[in-house]
């Protein structure tokens, strides 16, 4: 059984550009949640998506923002790109709530905004 | 979700016990206890979970007090590649929502 794929591995941006992360869940796996790991800090939560629907989002800016497709495939956008957006970004499918608990995350997204 | 407290870093010396200990006095009747490590720079991997009984698999053994306040964490035979960051997360069975990843105990393995 395949994992949770995020791609790309890395990404390398300039201030004020956008970037788009993607990430490919567990098949059978509908909740999509994604997370922001600055270096040397914490998993930062920034949004949950669950058949289609975004359910949830953590204390970031607008400019985060995703979606979910038919095929429980998620996209992370992020506008205008800041320095401090450079971080790891992770990706994890579950299916909560379904009678089966646990995330299974991703590798992640490395982005570097210079 | 309740509120858990880990201490920042441990050392272990290879081959022995690691005991991972995490407070969450706080934590409600239908919360879970959940473990989860990450290795440098890795996405987290989910270790083990329980609710009050004491909890076995191949990773790792979890002993919940029984009054639930407390709870740790036990890999049996410490190898240099356990060296991660480990998270002790309390959240409802069945919940979809997000969970919560606090500051977690970095677990430094010596040889």
């Known amino acids: 059984e395949a994992g949770v794929t995020q791609s790309p591995t890395h990404l390398i941006k300039t201030r004020g550009q956008q970037a788009t992360l993607r990430c490919s869940p567990i098949?059978?796996?509908?909740?999509v949640y994604w997370y922001q790991q600055a270096l040397g800090l914490g998993l930062q939560f920034l949004l949950w998506?669950?058949?289609?629907?975004?359910?949830n989002r953590g204390n970031f800016p607008p400019r985060f923002s995703g979606r979910q497709f038919p095929n429980y495939s998620s996209e992370l956008n992020v506008n205008a790109l800041e320095l401090e957006d450079s971080a790891l970004y992770l990706c994890a499918s579950s299916l909560a709530g379904k009678g089966n608990y646990g995330y299974t995350f991703g590798s992640g997204t490395r982005l570097t905004v210079v | 979700d309740a509120k858990t407290t880990q201490p920042t870093s441990m050392d272990c010396a290879e081959g022995r016990a690691a005991n991972l200990p995490c407070n969450h006095s706080?934590?409600?009747?239908?919360?879970?206890v959940y473990w989860y490590r990450q290795i440098h720079s890795q996405g987290p991997q989910y270790i083990i979970h329980?609710?009050?009984n004491n909890e076995t698999n191949e990773m790792a053994s979890l002993i919940i007090t029984e009054d639930r306040k407390s709870s740790t964490l036990i890999l049996p035979h410490a190898t240099l590649r356990d060296t991660a960051v480990y998270y002790c997360?309390?959240?409802?069975?069945?919940?979809?929502?997000?969970?919560?990843f606090g500051s977690g105990t970095q677990l430094t393995v010596l040889p």
């Open positions: 998506y669950d058949e289609g629907e975004e359910r």
């Open positions: 329980g609710l009050k």
């Open positions: 997360i309390v959240s409802p069975w069945g919940s979809a929502r997000q969970l919560t």
């Open positions: 706080t934590i409600s009747g239908n919360e879970y």
């Open positions: 098949s059978g796996h509908t909740s």
